[in-house]
């Protein structure tokens, strides 16, 4: 066998415009996304809801981790978990959502994300799908202007909202910060 990975069947001239074509027909497709045009997502389910959440919103994944439940939490407050040697809150993404999902006595926490910055908190998810790394252009403005985080990604399996995990940080720090005055 030649190397080069061409059959011995065929004219020099023959692979000579096999490789004229191929180089040529490289410049006609449009160049691949540069990696800094590329955004990595992880995709989830919470409640029945297809999600996505930005890995540079995340500071980790957690699988079955215990969450203890305070009692007389909000509805949204599952109960706090140790995670990385501190006692995180752990929220029901689904019910920060609005999903209307109802609340069970023995809700289990299968998958948490961490939410990166301060203060640290965990949002829990039913299921994890996967990972997406997407053009930064397949994410857009919904035209509703509704979702999570305003923005939703578009994938070959249809469209999912964003998750803006420093929204999700307000809305929780806010309420807590109104209920102690």
Known sequence: MRSGGMSGDTSPGDRLAALRHAFDSAFALPPPPR????VDLLAVTADADAL?????????LVADRAVTPLPGSP???IGVAGLRGHLVPVYDLARILGSGRTRGPERTVRW???????PTFAVAVDRVDGHLRVPRDAIAEPIDGRGPG?????????ARPVVDLAAV????????AVEES
């Open 169 to 176: 940080r307000h809305r929780v720090t806010a309420r807590t």
């Open 75 to 77: 509805a949204d407050l």
């Open 112 to 118: 948490m994300v961490l939410a990166a910055g301060s």
């Open 52 to 60: 996505a959440v930005p890995l540079t919103a995340m500071a980790g």
């Open 35 to 38: 990696d800094d045009d590329l």
């Open 150 to 158: 305003g923005a939703v990604v578009h994938t070959g399996a249809g």
